[in-house]
């Protein structure tokens, strides 16, 4: 079965730190991998996505996120934090097959001035 | 171009109730999707319909339900309301549904029974 996990459910940083959100993927071929955004009383919005081109992929609002096959991780990125960067974060992953999405649980990232 | 739009974007309904909710996806995507989100669960496949028909189904009980109109509007109906049923439901759309692409969700349709 498709599933992610996303360790650390709250991830605080300081404005202009690097943010790190964890996230990793069970399956047994790699699959497709995506990183959602959602800021209060919104949908989500795509930040970036691994389809088997490029291991590190560069997305939105200079978030990037690099698929380790080794490690079958796909954490995101940035190295400055902004106040505007704080939401919560998914990961999510879809299989070359069905077509729905598997959510992590999410990670709500605070930025302190 | 105008994003996937839900319709309404708040709901109160009684226990018992039904509830149709209303997606317009982006002009030319043929494929609708709906997630149901709680706190408890989080991010929940309900079903996703292409080309008026439905191609895939999550877990959930008869009880909710969906179509597609042929200009790709969706619907999802619940019926026979419960406690557990409230959340925001969200609406994705796509050109074609392939798995290496990125839906977009609309913002969402807040649902509270009472």
């Known amino acids: 079965a498709q599933s992610v996990t996303q360790l650390g459910s709250h991830v605080s940083v300081s404005e202009g730190a690097l943010v790190l959100l964890r996230c990793n993927y069970s399956s047994s071929v790699p699959p497709y991998l995506f990183w959602y955004v959602q800021y209060p009383n919104q949908g989500l919005q795509l930040l970036l996505k691994y389809t088997s081109a490029a291991t590190l992929v560069k997305g939105i609002n200079g978030f990037e996120a690099e698929f380790k096959k080794s490690e079958t991780s796909f954490h995101l990125t940035k190295p400055s934090a902004h106040m505007s960067d704080a939401a919560e974060y998914f990961c999510a992953v879809r299989r070359n097959t069905g077509n729905q999405f598997y959510f992590g649980t999410g990670t709500s990232l605070t930025v302190i001035p | 171009k105008a994003g996937v739009t839900q319709t309404p974007r708040y709901l109160i309904k009684t226990r018992g109730q039904q509830v149709t909710l209303s997606c317009s996806p982006i002009s030319g995507h043929r494929s609708v999707s709906w997630y149901q989100q709680t706190p408890g669960q989080g991010l929940q496949f309900l079903f996703e319909y292409f080309s008026e028909t439905q191609r895939n189904k999550g877990n959930f009980p008869g009880r909710f339900s969906g179509r597609q109109f042929s200009n790709s509007r969706s619907e999802m109906n619940v019926s026979t309301l419960e406690l557990g049923d409230s959340a925001l439901y969200l609406c994705?759309?796509?050109?074609?549904?392939?798995?290496?692409?990125?839906?977009?969700f609309g913002s969402g349709t807040r649902l509270t029974v009472v």
């Open positions: 994705a759309s796509s050109a074609t549904g392939g798995a290496g692409y990125g839906y977009t």
